[in-house]
């Protein structure tokens, strides 16, 4: 997909979550990607506090999409699709390569951050510290997935980021009136999608993937 622009846009990400989810429940693997590249926009917004996340969001973006432009890419237009095919093949675990199985768990995890903070800026007073909401949305989703150098160093870089106020000016938002529909509505449809996919790895028993 091309960006329409190198600055995180509320909106699009909006947008672009509900491109993702068809009527008929299927995860669309091309559109949940293009939504990442737009959650990989707001990390970089946050500097140097989730710089491992993003570097890791982007190598997995990039893997997502070499699986779909393979020989095997019509296995993996949903993400149910891809699931199933890679447990019918037994790929799931794969010492080769990075499955597709794997590469979207590190991604799915990390949605439940994105997903909590921007239901957290929602909730939150315009003079609250990026720090705290941050530390908060951080310990109820992702740190659970890291060691504790990694949880530690969180905790010290969180104090470089700005205000609620200043933050929610870098988003680009065009009405700030209408800031906290936004943030609730994009909070919702991320939800959803983590909802899904979640029950996906739950069922095929895939949390513990390596």
Known sequence: MAAESDHFDLQRLHDLFYTCHAEDGTICLDNYVNAYEEISRMLKLMGTVFGFVNS????????????????IGDHYKTIQ???QYEVDNKLTNCKKKASGARTLLRLHRALQFVVDLLQTLKDSDEHDK????????????LSKH???IIRKGVDVAVYT????????????????????????????????????????????DLHQLP
Request: glycine share 2%; aromatic share 10%; net charge positive.
């Open 81 to 83: 699709m891809m699931i």
């Open 161 to 204: 980021l700005p205000s609620r106020k200043h933050f929610i000016e870098k988003l680009k938002i065009s009405n700030l009136e209408t800031t906290d529909k936004l943030l609730e509505a994009t909070a919702s449809m991320g939800h959803r999608i983590f909802e899904v996919v979640e029950k996906i790895y739950s069922d095929f």
């Open 56 to 71: 890791d969001v982007i190598e997995k973006i990039g893997i997502l999409r070499d699986y779909r432009k393979s020989n």
């Open 130 to 141: 990026m720090s705290k909401l941050t530390s908060e949305s951080y310990y109820r989703t």
């Open 146 to 148: 890291h060691p504790w």
